[in-house]
């Protein structure tokens, strides 16, 4: 007897696509979505930020930030996904969702691809698996690269019980708990001294 797969579906909660739902990933193991709760806190702590942004998301999954974000008005989003299964769904919802030319998204793992983003990035999101602690080698490499925009976020969520992520370059400016979750802001070291 063959076992039934099934599919989450994920919705849109606020912006021009509200209410619109999109596929998640079949059963579910390859993604740890974000909860409702956390992404309604990230949403409503960057509010204002979202009007015309351009977005970096990394560790993409189910592209829920992604397509959250151009709902509240971003102008483009570029995500980094490992997983091909996750690429072909986040691009056939962003072309069901009408928004697949405000979206590109790159295949390959974190933090080896990171070398093939361009541009220039308002804000930048990381979700790396809880299990892996990588988020502390991306840091330099986006100083480097310049990723981040005068004025711009970096957003990781972390689970609660990490240790806060020290950087030469960025410096956190905010915390925000919320379930098992933490969302740690980091702005350009220069800006807040």
């Known amino acids: 007897m063959r076992m039934f797969e099934s599919r989450m579906f994920l919705k849109i909660g606020a912006g021009k696509l509200k209410g619109r739902t999109f596929d998640g990933p079949k059963g579910g193991k390859t993604v740890r979505p974000i909860s409702d709760r956390v992404k309604e806190a990230l949403f409503d702590i960057l509010a204002a930020k979202f009007d015309d942004a351009i977005v970096l998301d990394l560790f993409t999954g189910t ?4 397509f959250e974000a151009l709902s ?3 102008k483009k989003v570029v995500c980094v996904e490992h997983d091909r299964r996750n690429v072909m769904l986040i691009k056939k919802n962003a072309e069901d969702l009408t928004i697949l030319d405000q979206i590109s998204v790159l295949h390959g793992p974190l933090p080896a691809h990171l070398k093939k983003v361009k541009g220039v990035f308002d804000l930048i999101f990381m979700d790396p698996p ?4 990588i988020a502390e080698e991306l840091f330099p490499m ?3 690269q310049n990723l981040l925009q005068t004025g711009g ?3 990781l969520q972390r689970d609660r019980r990490s240790k806060t ?3 030469d370059h960025f410096v956190l400016a905010r915390e925000h708990r919320v379930g098992d979750s933490i969302l740690h802001f980091y702005q350009h070291l220069e800006e807040v001294k």
């Open 130 to 133: 809880f299990a892996l602690d």
């Open 153 to 155: 976020t970096i957003i």
């Open 165 to 167: 992520l020290v950087s």
């Open 142 to 144: 986006i100083a480097k």
């Open 63 to 66: 592209g829920a930030i992604a």
């Open 72 to 74: 509240r008005g971003a």
